[in-house]
């Protein structure tokens, strides 16, 4: 959205009276421990449908981006996140001003200003560092201004001299203030206006400034049919041991491109049991919080749909299955490197409670299995969305370029 012209001219007068920050030298506090960010689930949407749209063109985002376009210490920090039906957003603060950021792993700059209106802010002057930072998702963007101030996330990660986006222009973000971006590094490369350096994300500055003890973040849903329930939970610098019961297994980042871009693994799907029929051949694809639905391939979104007897719902753009057709539903078997992890009957529909949020009809069963929007063999097959990772720890290891999944209470939960 483009904000008043008053407010824009406001800003781009800022820029000019602008003045570089200088890259001061930072203590290490030696008494750093994790931080626990807590978040809550969206409802942004009216339908489905576009629900699916906006999914399938993050897919492509991710598939047709590139670069050119636009110590341990101590213990972690958690933070709260609230659980909204779309995605998961959470509060940080900035300059003593509260924004509501969508919590992203499948991009990696943090910016605020989609909404200037309701917060009128303005990065203070001497933050600026008069470059511009623009970047472009799947379902909108964002072109504005660089500055470098302090974020506060969580329940006392305070991290200084963090950069980010200050939007004067943006689309697609109406209902949140920006993004938190918390994927890999790399994907700050070339969104700068000036420059084709990279940003360090949150993430990065925390752990090179001494405030968490190590360099990565855990992420813990929880399955919902509340529309306000706060039933998420980001670590910043550790792994919070209560929100899994089994063993957490690690796989690489997958080697294959674009999906080694992102939070990518290699894994094959199977309906049925672990040697049962094949839904998708082992392939690589990228797990993601800013993705709703599950995707796959779709010539495997077809054999899904064969395995399952599901129609095509024209109000949703969901499959919809019977009554008894669910109470046939098979489960599906994720393998992930050695490692199957199930995805239960009642893993793979929508929650019941919440059918009128998307557009549907109440007493409907709905699949979150979708299609991505292209065959198989691009290199990025799959997307594990929201709903995927609701039913599993997920831990993204950026040290050591690794993705971590668990079990949790909440894996063969039934609440759908």
Same mark, same amino acid.
């Given at each position: 959205?483009?904000?008043?012209?008053?407010?824009?001219?406001?800003?781009?007068?800022?820029?000019?009276?602008?003045?570089?920050?200088?890259?001061?030298?930072?203590?290490?506090?030696?008494?750093?421990?994790?931080?626990?960010?807590?978040?809550?689930?969206?409802?942004?949407?009216?339908?489905?449908?576009?629900?699916?749209?906006?999914?399938?063109?993050?897919?492509?985002?991710?598939?047709?981006?590139?670069?050119?376009?636009?110590?341990?210490?101590?213990?972690?920090? !958690?933070?709260?996140?609230?659980?909204?039906?779309?995605?998961?957003?959470?509060?940080?603060?900035?300059?003593?001003?509260?924004?509501?950021?969508?919590?992203?792993?499948?991009?990696?700059?943090?910016?605020?200003?989609?909404?200037?209106?309701?917060?009128?802010?303005?990065?203070?002057?001497?933050?600026?560092?008069?470059?511009?930072?623009?970047?472009?998702?799947?379902?909108?963007?964002?072109?504005?201004?660089?500055?470098?101030?302090?974020?506060?996330?969580?329940?006392?990660?305070?991290?200084?001299?963090?950069?980010?986006?200050?939007?004067?222009?943006?689309?697609?973000?109406?209902?949140?203030?920006?993004?938190?971006?918390?994927?890999?590094?790399?994907?700050?490369?070339?969104?700068?206006?000036?420059?084709?350096?990279?940003?360090?994300?949150?993430?990065?500055?925390?752990?090179?400034?001494?405030?968490?003890?190590?360099?990565?973040?855990?992420?813990?849903?929880?399955?919902?049919?509340?529309?306000?329930?706060?039933?998420?939970?980001?670590?910043?610098?550790?792994?919070?041991?209560?929100?899994?019961?089994?063993?957490?297994?690690?796989?690489?980042?997958?080697?294959?491109?674009?999906?080694?871009?992102?939070?990518?693994?290699?894994?094959?799907?199977?309906?049925?049991?672990?040697?049962?029929?094949?839904?998708?051949?082992?392939?690589?694809?990228?797990?993601?919080?800013?993705?709703?639905?599950?995707?796959?391939?779709?010539?495997?979104?077809?054999?899904?749909?064969?395995?399952?007897?599901?129609?095509?719902?024209?109000?949703?753009?969901?499959?919809?299955?019977?009554?008894?057709?669910?109470?046939?539903?098979?489960?599906?078997?994720?393998?992930?490197?050695?490692?199957?992890?199930?995805?239960?009957?009642?893993?793979?529909?929508?929650?019941?409670?919440?059918?009128?949020?998307?557009?549907?009809?109440?007493?409907?069963?709905?699949?979150?299995?979708?299609?991505?929007?292209?065959?198989?063999?691009?290199?990025?097959?799959?997307?594990?969305?929201?709903?995927?990772?609701?039913?599993?720890?997920?831990?993204?290891?950026?040290? !050591?370029?690794?993705?971590?999944?668990?079990?949790?209470?909440?894996?063969?939960?039934?609440?759908?």
């Amino acid at each position: 959205m483009l904000a008043g012209l008053d407010f824009v001219s406001a800003a781009l007068l800022t820029l000019c009276l602008s003045l570089a920050v200088p890259a001061d030298a930072l203590l290490i506090r030696k008494d750093a421990s994790p931080v626990t960010l807590p978040f809550a689930r969206r409802f942004n949407v009216t339908g489905a449908a576009k629900l699916l749209e906006i999914d399938q063109a993050k897919a492509k985002a991710f598939k047709n981006r590139t670069r050119a376009a636009a110590t341990s210490v101590g213990a972690p920090f !958690n933070a709260p996140a609230t659980n909204q039906a779309v995605d998961y957003v959470t509060t940080v603060t900035i300059s003593g001003k509260e924004f509501t950021l969508l919590i992203d792993t499948g991009s990696s700059n943090t910016w605020v200003g989609a909404r200037p209106i309701e917060n009128a802010f303005l990065p203070p002057v001497l933050s600026l560092t008069g470059n511009l930072m623009s970047v472009t998702y799947g379902s909108g963007f964002f072109t504005g201004l660089e500055f470098m101030d302090t974020i506060t996330v969580g329940n006392g990660l305070t991290i200084a001299n963090q950069p980010m986006g200050f939007a004067l222009v943006s689309e697609g973000f109406t209902d949140v203030d920006g993004i938190i971006g918390i994927g890999p590094a790399d994907l700050t490369c070339g969104t700068l206006v000036l420059g084709t350096q990279c940003i360090p994300t949150v993430t990065d500055s925390a752990f090179s400034q001494g405030l968490i003890p190590q360099h990565m973040i855990s992420i813990s849903f929880e399955p919902t049919t509340s529309v306000d329930d706060a039933n998420g939970e980001l670590t910043f610098g550790g792994i919070d041991s209560s929100k899994f019961n089994g063993p957490l297994e690690f796989v690489p980042i997958t080697s294959t491109s674009p999906s080694n871009e992102f939070v990518g693994i290699d894994q094959s799907i199977t309906f049925g049991s672990p040697d049962g029929q094949t839904v998708l051949p082992l392939t690589s694809g990228v797990t993601d919080t800013g993705t709703t639905l599950l995707l796959i391939a779709s010539d495997a979104f077809a054999t899904y749909q064969n395995l399952t007897g599901g129609v095509l719902d024209p109000t949703t753009g969901l499959l919809k299955i019977t009554p008894e057709q669910f109470t046939n539903l098979k489960s599906l078997f994720f393998h992930v490197g050695s490692n199957t992890f199930e995805f239960t009957p009642n893993a793979q529909i929508w929650p019941r409670a919440l059918n009128s949020v998307i557009g549907g009809t109440d007493d409907a069963i709905y699949l979150v299995i979708n299609d991505i929007g292209s065959p198989s063999g691009e290199g990025l097959d799959f997307i594990d969305g929201m709903t995927f990772l609701e039913r599993f720890y997920y831990v993204f290891d950026i040290a !050591n370029s690794r993705v971590g999944l668990a079990t949790t209470p909440f894996t063969r939960a039934t609440t759908n």
